[in-house]
């Protein structure tokens, strides 16, 4: 069975999808989840099978083994803690926070 991956955030870092959608291999994206309309349209045509929604919760609740922040740098603290706190395994791209305080609130958490 395939892990399933919840993508937060679908711009300009959404080329990593690639990295983590291999159906049958190991891991597919079951969720997206932008604020975006284009971005959820970018995402409906390019995993039709994903639930692609604007709310975290709704993605959170999906059942999603983990999720890969990919939202702009000043939100990964703020989404990858609410991951964190749902009990889902996060990866956020780079860099992990912009200040010191976030960073560390993410490794508290």
């Known amino acids: 069975m395939d892990l399933q991956i919840g993508i937060i955030g679908f711009g300009a870092r959404s080329t990593l999808q690639e990295e983590v959608h291999r159906p049958g291999h190991g891991s597919r994206i079951s969720a997206v989840c932008d604020l975006?309309?284009?971005?959820?349209?970018?995402?409906?045509?390019?995993?039709?099978?994903?639930?692609?929604?604007?709310?975290?919760?709704?993605?959170?609740?999906?059942g999603v083994d983990a999720v890969m922040v990919l939202t702009p740098d000043d939100t990964h603290a703020a989404l990858s803690i609410r991951a964190l706190e749902a009990g889902v395994p996060v990866f956020c791209e780079k860099p992990l926070a912009i200040d010191l305080a976030d960073a560390d609130a993410m490794l508290e958490t």
Do not use: C, G, I, Q
């Not at 409906?44 to 959170?60: F, G, K, N, Q, Y």
């Open 36 to 62: 975006a309309p284009r971005a959820r349209d970018d995402a409906r045509a390019l995993v039709p099978d994903a639930l692609v929604t604007d709310s975290l919760d709704e993605l959170l609740a999906s």
